[in-house]
């Protein structure tokens, strides 16, 4: 059974031969899995049997930006962190652009906003017909600084705080800036998917509705000003026929049943710090119609813990989460350069060997 076949079968609710896993690594951690294995990044996913491939997606082609600007305007800086196995470099958001804004005119006559017409979409056929050629899942996320979301890009415009309050207080503020966002990224979307031509299979969209002790913005809030959004990109992606996955960390156990009824296939990234009490209940009550994918903590258990430890809860979570599919093994987001290689090989060795489907498990 290839990559294809097994990971439709588990989106469709069935048990293929093996849960479907998939494999996200930061820079920091790709230099060390590269220095201990001696292989290539798409090496290495191969000799693991990795299932899913992600595309880089169009190409930035408008106005010339500074190595320090994103297509937001959102200047950043570099911060390095040491590992014992290794450095991390993070770029920080520096300077928001809209930070000092008072009004939703203001929003709006930022010059700032980029234009779905700053990129190349001819590059997405390729890239996409590539991996299918594979035999691997095609994903496309885009980059961190350019993922179709809205909560998570308002912040890094106008500030993790102001932004919030914004919600609270100057809803009009809000509602510009949350315009602004679903207009580009939905007509950014229609684009990619159009060129791929059916291409790709799943869109993962990512915005951090949580945090580790409970959702960022209260259900409420969360209807008034993202539900629209969400509902749209959700929209787009199901009528060129590809499966909608969206990343979010912290606990939104409260926002699943939104997420769902507004057309989300599959849920990540199942962080087990904020959420792992809910998964009995989140595979009880939403197995049957959404998938899951994620819920192996990068926080402790990869960098903190033995490969018997990565080997014991890989085989938990596909004891509970893996039964009558609708489930991916992944870590709760990128494997960091705090991780040591040994562990990182356990983990891919134990999503192989605890992941086997069976009609005596």
């Not at 991390?88 to 005119?105: G, H, I, N, R």
């Not at 009009?172 to 800036?177: Q, S, T, W």
């Not at 009558?324 to 705090?338: E, F, K, M």
């Amino acid at each position: 059974m290839d990559s294809r076949e097994r990971v439709f079968l588990a989106l469709n609710h069935e048990e293929p031969d093996r849960v479907p896993f998939d494999f996200w690594a930061s820079e920091g951690a790709w230099e060390i899995i590269e220095q201990g294995s001696g292989l290539r990044r798409n090496e290495f996913l191969d000799k693991h049997d990795v299932d899913f491939r992600y595309i880089s997606g169009p190409e930035y082609v408008g106005p010339k930006l500074s190595p320090d600007t994103d297509v937001w305007g959102v200047k950043r800086r570099v911060v390095v962190v040491p590992t014992p196995y290794g450095k991390e470099t993070y770029s920080e958001v520096d300077v928001s652009p809209l930070a000092s804004a008072s009004s939703a005119d203001e929003v709006e006559d930022f010059r700032g906003w980029p234009s779905p017409d700053s990129f190349d979409y001819s590059v997405v056929k390729a890239q996409a017909q590539a991996v299918k050629d594979s035999a691997r899942v095609v994903v496309f996320m885009g980059d961190r600084l350019n993922r179709i979301a809205q909560l998570k890009p308002a912040m890094y415009l106008r500030g993790v705080e102001q932004i919030l309050i914004d919600m609270a207080v100057e809803p009009d503020v809000a509602r510009a800036i949350f315009g602004r966002m679903r207009t580009f990224y939905t007509e950014y979307l229609q684009r990619i998917l159009e060129a791929a031509d059916g291409l790709i299979d799943i869109v993962l969209t990512g915005d951090d509705f949580g945090q580790q002790g409970g959702p960022l913005v209260s259900p409420d809030m969360w209807d008034k000003f993202l539900a629209e959004g969400f509902a749209c990109y959700m929209r787009v992606i199901n009528a060129y026929g590809a499966r909608s996955m969206h990343h979010t960390c912290g606990d939104v156990r409260i926002l699943v049943d939104r997420m769902k009824k507004l057309g989300l296939n599959i849920l990540q990234s199942l962080q087990p710090e904020a959420m792992s009490d809910f998964f009995p209940e989140l595979k009880l009550k939403f197995g049957r119609e959404m998938c899951f994918q994620g819920g192996i903590s990068i926080q402790q258990t990869m960098p903190k813990g033995s490969p018997a430890d990565v080997a014991a809860e890989v085989k938990e979570r596909v004891k509970l989460l893996g039964v009558n599919g609708g489930y991916i093994l992944c870590t709760a987001h990128n494997v960091q350069a705090d991780c040591p290689y040994g562990n990182i090989v356990a983990l891919l060795d134990a999503y192989r060997s605890h992941g086997r489907y069976s009609k005596t498990r």
